[in-house]
Nanobody
Framework: QVQLVESGGGLVQPGGSLRLSCAAS????????MSWYRQAPGKERELVAT????????NYADSVKGRFTISRDNAKNTVYLQMNSLKPEDTAAYYC????????????WGQGTQVTVSS
């Protein structure tokens, strides 16, 4: 049974930091590219960041470049999203997703974790 379980969301003040984690099971994690998406109420889902299966290539949305860092630990079957200098517009539900290749649509999704940036 495939599972992607996100954690690490919460309430943070503007300028603060959070680290999201996504623990994977039920598939060969090390062969999948992994992405983080987010969706705010009333807005379309946005691709935030992607990392290749070996972690050798990274890609970010312009809105988070220089502030967010995606990484993975294939020994722990976990992907991370380090979020720094958070802004109110980063408020959204964040989802991790597994993709069989860099440009394929996600095959598996997590249930999401809420990030709220507010003073």
């Amino acid at each position: 049974q495939v599972q992607l379980v996100e954690s690490g969301g919460g309430l943070v003040q503007p300028g603060g930091s959070l680290r999201l984690s996504c623990a994977a099971s039920g598939f060969t994690f090390s062969t999948y590219a992994m992405s983080w998406y987010r969706q705010a109420p009333g807005k379309e889902r946005e691709l935030v960041a992607t990392i290749t299966s070996a972690g050798t290539s990274l890609n970010y949305a312009d809105s988070v470049k220089g502030r967010f860092t995606i990484s993975r630990d294939n020994a722990k079957n976990t992907v991370y999203l380090q979020m720094n200098s958070l802004k109110p517009e980063d408020t959204a539900a964040y989802y991790c997703a597994a993709r069989s290749s860099w440009r394929s649509e996600p095959a598996y999704w997590g249930q999401g974790t809420q990030v709220t940036v507010s003073s």
